[in-house]
């Protein structure tokens, strides 16, 4: 990937206009949530956002070093995730 980032310009902006959506995405549904009380948190909406996409990059990146399977890379995500989510909702631990 970093060789065709380097090699091909278009592909680079094609990635910059993917990773741009989905910063609006997640941003969009924080902000959802965040209205609707179900989260709270001094963060920023962007800051919030951007925690959860490179978790996910970092967890991909993860993976393919280590060869980790699908199901166990699952539960890493559901652990990590849920345990970001029990922080922004101020839900005890056992609470999820």
């Known amino acids: 990937m970093f060789d065709a ?3 091909f ?3 680079a902006d094609k990635l910059n206009r993917s ?3 989905e910063m609006k995405a997640w941003t969009a ?3 959802h949530a965040r209205k609707s ?3 709270h948190s001094a963060m920023t909406d962007e800051q919030i956002a951007q925690l959860f996409i490179f978790s996910g990059n970092g967890m991909g990146l993860h993976a393919i ?3 980790d399977t699908a199901g166990s890379m699952t539960a890493s995500y559901r652990s990590l995730w849920d345990g970001l989510y029990r922080n922004l909702a101020n839900i005890p631990s056992a609470g999820i």
Do not use: D, F, V
Request: hydrophobic share 35%; charged share 30%.
């Open 65 to 67: 070093m280590t060869g």
């Open 5 to 7: 980032i380097r090699m």
């Open 9 to 11: 310009p278009e592909y």
């Open 37 to 39: 009380g179900e989260i």
């Open 19 to 21: 990773r741009q959506s």
């Open 29 to 31: 549904a924080i902000e």
